[in-house]
Nanobody, 123 residues
């Protein structure tokens, strides 16, 4: 079982940037694909981005494509989500999740979740 802890959330103005981190412990993160999801109040949990174990394959949700990037440092056991050109619609709790495989967009594929970090974008 791998434990995940997100950090880097906060309050930012529209047009700004944030970088989220997902740090793993308990097992080496290189055994897993890692994804980011987000959930706004009253909405379904939405796929944001995923990266496979090596970092050679990435996948992005439609609403963030071209604005967000995902990367990983397996030595540091950490995955990053760089978020640029943020807008108020990006406001949500952001969760990272890990699973074996290539980096699915389906939240049902992931059984290891962090506690989430709040991102708030003001207009």
């Amino acid at each position: 079982q791998v434990q995940l802890v997100e950090s880097g959330g906060g309050l930012v103005q529209a047009g700004g940037s944030l970088r989220l981190s997902c740090a793993a412990s308990g097992r080496t993160l290189s055994d897993y694909a890692v994804a980011w999801f987000r959930q706004a109040p009253g909405k379904e949990r939405e796929f944001v981005a995923a990266i496979n174990w090596s970092g050679g394959l990435t996948n992005f949700g439609t609403s963030v494509k071209g604005r967000f990037t995902i990367s990983r440092d397996n030595v540091k056991n950490t995955v990053y989500l760089q978020m640029n050109s943020l807008n108020p619609e990006d406001t949500a709790v952001y969760y990272c999740a890990a699973a074996p495989g290539w980096g699915s967009a389906s939240r049902y594929e992931y059984h290891n979740w962090g506690q989430g970090t709040q991102v708030t974008v003001s207009s």
